[in-house]
């Protein structure tokens, strides 16, 4: 979600998440590979993909541990 105070403020920027995720599909480890400028925009970006669920990555049949990098645009409209 747009966080309501930059949405307000008409604050704006883009994001890249890098997301580690397990074997089952969940999120372990999230960092910001490209920061925004605004803290709470970064913010926004990194609790979402902590909430999301990943089909995870496949080697061999098997799931297996893999990482994306997930861009975030917030336009203020």
């Known amino acids: 979600s747009y ?7 008409g ?3 883009s994001v890249v998440v890098r997301v580690d995720v397990d074997a089952t599909g969940v999120p372990f480890n999230v960092t ?3 920061r925004s400028g605004s803290r709470d925009l970064d913010r926004a970006a ?4 902590r909430r ?5 990555a496949q080697s061999n049949g098997q799931a297996v541990v893999g990482s994306i990098e997930v861009p975030f645009d917030f336009k203020a409209r």
Not at 3 to 9: D, G, I, Q, S, T
């Open 3 to 9: 966080p309501p105070a930059a949405l307000r403020n």
């Open 32 to 34: 910001i590979v490209q």
């Open 11 to 13: 604050v704006e920027g």
């Open 52 to 56: 999301w669920r990943f089909l995870p």
């Open 46 to 49: 990194t609790d979402a993909v």
